[in-house]
């Protein structure tokens, strides 16, 4: 079992970036698949981007491609997502999560920890 809680949210304008951290307990953090995943209000959660056990494959949605960057640091347990060039519609709480088992990247019942979410909001 793992316990995630994020960080690094908060008011940011249009154009600039932030970093939010996510925080992982257990010594098995390594052997989990990481994700990120934002909900804005009234719509769904939907998937930003993954990260594999080991870091070495990354995967995104394409409204944040090229402009947000997943990286994870096992020694330190947590996982990180870079966000730039942010936009109005960035604006969402977002909730790192851990998967055990390969069972699909993008979709929220293919993991199986969350955290309990960071607010995001980018002004115009």
């Known amino acids: 079992q793992v316990q995630l809680v994020e960080s690094g949210g908060g008011l940011v304008q249009a154009g600039g970036s932030l970093r939010l951290s996510c925080a992982a307990s257990?010594?098995?953090?390594?052997?989990?698949?990481m994700g990120w995943f934002r909900q804005a209000p009234g719509k769904e959660r939907e998937f930003v981007a993954h990260i594999s056990r080991r870091g070495a494959g990354t995967y995104y949605a394409d409204s944040v491609k090229g402009r947000f960057t997943i990286s994870r640091d096992n020694a330190k347990n947590t996982v990180s997502l870079q966000m730039n060039s942010l936009k109005p519609e960035d604006t969402a709480v977002y909730y790192c999560?851990?998967?055990?088992?390969?069972?699909?990247?993008?979709?929220?019942?293919?993991?199986?920890?969350w955290g309990q979410g960071t607010q995001v909001t980018v002004s115009s």
């Open positions: 999560a851990a998967a055990s088992a390969n069972r699909g990247l993008t979709g929220t019942n293919g993991y199986d920890y």
């Open positions: 257990g010594r098995t953090f390594s052997t989990y698949n």
